[in-house]
């Protein structure tokens, strides 16, 4: 990897090896800062900020260890090399156990310390990456178990005793409650976590296309099909197959997943060979899938095989009291782990509302109220939008949930005075508080 810009603080009192190390250093581009005593060292040290630091062990007034301890002190994440006329195991020992990476014999060439310089840098450089990778992976993976609530706590419980298990897993929710998420959250905790993880949406894609993806096909095997490809399914070899919305697969197509499932064994488009495939596989849906293996609409053999696990995420307006832990996550995962702050006004309308979309919705909110609040630090009820149900959808509801989001609604509006959402709803205020006592009942 390239040094050039990387900025070095070179300490030693030789004037000599000072020079020729520097001009050797930038030459290559590389920015040197240079001091010949500790109290200049530090200073420069302070003021400058180095990427590494060279240091002899014998200064003027006073000893190099003492330098490198007091340099590690000021900012630990600073490699520092030692040079020292007189090595020794016990020095080098002690060296770097007040913080210094390696330590060097004089005398040496300003080119093999430069091969240690570029060493010790590349490896910092990785270190940075892989700390930033990490805290991107913080800001941008949803935790699947925020809240405190019985039925979060119970999914919590059943998702880590299956975490060591290779079998099929279903995960059902409604609409935007963050089955993928808790894919991806068994897949990185799990056995397979330093393998693939390979996700498909199967609703929306022709029974034709959704086959290629999952199978590949060889070159020739359809119209179009120029080269041979790959499926999802054997890019996904030792780790994680996740197919979500997997009640929206054709008939047609399921025997070839009950195969993989059963066999560990597939087939690409156009191919005679069978190829072997390890993989785990989660499936997630938002529909019944029980009910479709009743009437036909959904193979029962599938059905049982995939279900071999079964997962269950409550939908938001189940679980209120999480809603104030949620809302948070769901912004600082907006924000980037930079917080910003929901005003009490804003909470009390979000615990009124129902969430018919759940936390996607919940991230669309947020993303809308952002902009309304011009990126202000502090989000308030007055920067809240939220969407009204769809028809289609409240033709589907059963009475008891019409009125269930209904009564939420209104709540809502009367940010959460339920003697305000009694009159409003025409009923007394103890029918309106056994109907939400009852509700909770039903949450718990």
Known sequence: MSTAGNSILIVDDDASLRAAVTNFLRARAMI???????????????????????VDQRLPDGDGLDLIKSMHAIDERVPILMLTGHASVDLAVQAMKFGAENCLTKPIHPAALFAVVQRVLDNLRDRRREIARTARELRTHLDPFVGDSAAVRDLYAQAHRVLDSHTPVLIEGETGTGKGVLARWLHEHGPRAEEPFV???????????????????????????????????EVAHRGTAFLDEIGEIDLALQPRILKVVEEKRFRRIGDVRGHNVDVRLITATNRDLRRMARDGSFRSDLYFRINTIHLVIPPVRRRPEDIPALAQHVLDYLDGGCSTEIAPDAMRAMQAYSWPGNLREMRNVFERARLISGGASRITAADLRFETIPESEAEVMTLEEVERRHIDHVLRLEAGNVDRAAVRLGVSRSTLYQKL????????
Not at 33 to 50: D, I, S
Not at 438 to 443: A, I, K, L, N
Request: aromatic share 8%; net charge negative; charged share 30%.
């Open 437 to 444: 006592k009852r509700y909770r009942e039903e949450v718990g």
């Open 32 to 54: 040197v800062f240079e001091a010949e005593t500790v109290r200049a060292a530090e200073a420069r040290f302070r003021e400058c900020a180095p990427d590494l630091a060279i």
């Open 199 to 233: 996700d498909i949406n199967c609703a929306g894609l022709s029974r034709d296309l959704l086959e290629s993806e999952l199978f590949g096909h060889e070159r020739g095997s359809f119209t179009g099909a120029a080269t041979s490809k790959l499926g999802l399914l």
